[in-house]
């Protein structure tokens, strides 16, 4: 295997020792900085300069092989939520990802390719783009002899300044699984307020997310492509006591709005087939 610092670019991608000895890639461009983890091919930050952090990280997360980091931005592959006897939202987010490529655009954005190995059946990549906004690309190819279905999710954590201060907008009229509640409903609300636990899987939805923060005087815009499904997810007192890596007190500060294509927005692939799903995160000021 090639060394990794060989994918060095001096003043703007270096590989570091993250917390917990794994291994990190810190990038820096003229908007922002950033970092992701090869463990999970998980970004635990991007900022951009005189902003406050756009991604949530729990003070309290694990940082061990074997074990998924609390916050950022996990990659859910090929399953997500919990599944008997296997690990929880699939074994990407676990497994150490190969960095394979970098590169420094001709527009001073910054790329960088991960690819999951051991992946049977089919091939995983993943790009990064860090620039003004931050750009998430997850393309899985068919590699195997059948047809292949599989979830996929960016479980992004956002930093807020408070729940109570948010609010989310794009999801009217939209059908959604509310896993709090065990019922199936369609979002009324124009822009959906937080006041406890939440966790909605909302079904057939391209549509591009809006968090409206007042409190950092900053919106936060998720658009995305050949992503069908949105997950909300705060888990408000009672579930964050009972996650071990999770503060107790930590729930006021994110909210989890995540793209992805789950239950019954799964990717179906023949044989030779392709999807890529993309992300791009990006904020702006609010107008006072
Ligand atoms: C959300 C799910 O996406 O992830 C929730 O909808 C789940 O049900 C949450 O609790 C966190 O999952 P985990 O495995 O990271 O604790």
Redesign the pocket.
């Known amino acids: 295997m090639s060394d990794p610092t060989d994918l060095e670019i001096p003043g703007h991608v270096t590989l570091a020792q993250g917390e917990g000895g794994l291994p990190k890639v810190v990038v820096e461009t003229a908007w922002s900085n950033a970092e992701i983890y090869l463990h999970g091919a998980h970004v635990t930050g991007f900022q951009k300069k005189g902003e406050p952090p756009l991604l949530f990280m729990s003070a309290a997360s694990e940082f061990a092989p074997g074990k998924?980091i609390?916050g950022g931005i996990?990659v859910?592959f090929p399953w997500?939520?919990?599944r008997e006897g296997s690990p929880?939202?699939g074994s990407a987010r676990i497994t150490a990802w190969e960095l394979k490529e970098t590169a420094l655009l001709p527009n001073g954005a910054v790329e960088l390719r991960f690819s999951l190995p051991g992946a049977e059946g089919c091939h995983v990549e993943f790009l990064v783009t860090v620039a003004e906004s931050l750009t998430l690309e997850l393309a899985v190819e068919n590699t195997g002899d059948r047809d292949s279905a599989f979830e996929t999710?960016l479980?992004t954590y956002f930093q807020i300044s408070g729940i109570d201060a948010v609010s989310i907008t794009g999801l009217a009229g939209t059908r959604y699984q509310d896993?709090v509640a065990g019922t199936t409903e369609t979002e009324t609300a124009a822009a959906i307020r937080i006041s406890g636990e939440v966790?909605r899987?909302y079904f057939d939805t391209t549509a591009t997310t809006e968090i409206e923060d007042p409190g950092y005087g900053r919106k936060i815009r998720i658009a995305k492509s050949s992503s069908n499904s949105t997950?909300v997810?705060n888990?408000w007192i009672a579930?964050s006591k009972r996650?071990p890596d999770f503060g107790d007190d930590e729930y006021p500060q994110m909210v989890?709005v995540?793209s992805g294509n789950v239950a019954q927005n799964q990717t179906t692939l023949p044989p030779g087939g392709h999807a890529v799903m993309k992300v791009e995160i990006s904020s702006m000021r609010l107008l006072s």
């Open positions: 998924p609390r996990p859910i997500f939520g919990a929880a939202h999710c479980h896993k966790d899987v997950v997810w888990p579930k996650m989890c995540e």
